[in-house]
């Protein structure tokens, strides 16, 4: 497994990430808690036609790094040298939730290197309601930390998964998956919770220049509505996009998910060989629609 070894502002990380397919560069960032491996059906959709990086970023998977505090600038850094480290240049971009804050701050600061960026449940900063909601987050998980138990994997479903996963599950199959949450975590979860308390993204956002789509979800409860406009207002080349799921859309709609972000990806890259006037870089056929 690649490794790359990065500096951060309080020691030095090395990140893991995965390198899958051929052709253009696609980057892409998980969300909190999460791992690299959210984003294998999107993988396996793409990995036809694009070069496919995934790394995981401090706090989760195999990355390991100083054990301290983390800021959105020290993970930004670390998914661009996973991209360095991986021969990309200039590549697509895509985030979820944090991983989504880290690829707008990445965009902002980085425009050269960022061909185009797909936004899935990001936000531009932490208002109030959500700083209420992540320091519950954080009182959960220091409560399962002291006690053993599994509080947070508890809400988990409750705050992120939309209403066609309840009208679908029952509460043994909803056990078994909270069950599965309260293992599968990612270590740093809490470190990560810390990171989405001090997002601010609002000096910045004017500073993209990469074609990017806002992708919603549709019954996203962790996520307002409004920060989905204030990424439309401040990101000036931006479009906006529904996902029928909730704020954990890439489990709720794994295949759905990665059909519509598969859909954008094809279209940036038939319209980047349009204007370099490279066959090649066509899609090898037509995307797939997804339901938005």
Known sequence: MPVIHVPLSAGPAAVEYDRTGTGPGVVLVHGTGATREQWLPLTDAVADRFTVVAPDYSGSGGTTDHGGPLTLADLADEVLAAADHAGLDRFHLVGHSLGAAIATHLAAHRPERVRSLLLHAGWVHTDTRMRAE????????RTDAAHGT???????PLAALGPRYWERTDTAANEELVQALATTLAPGTARQTEVDLSVDLRPVLGRITAPTLVLASAHDQIIGADQQRALLAGIRDSRYQEIDAGHGAPGEDPAGFAALIAGFLDERRAADASATGDAQGAPAGPAVAARA
């Open 134 to 141: 992540f320091t519950h987050w954080l009182d959960l998980l």
């Open 150 to 156: 599994a509080q947070f994997a508890r809400m988990l």
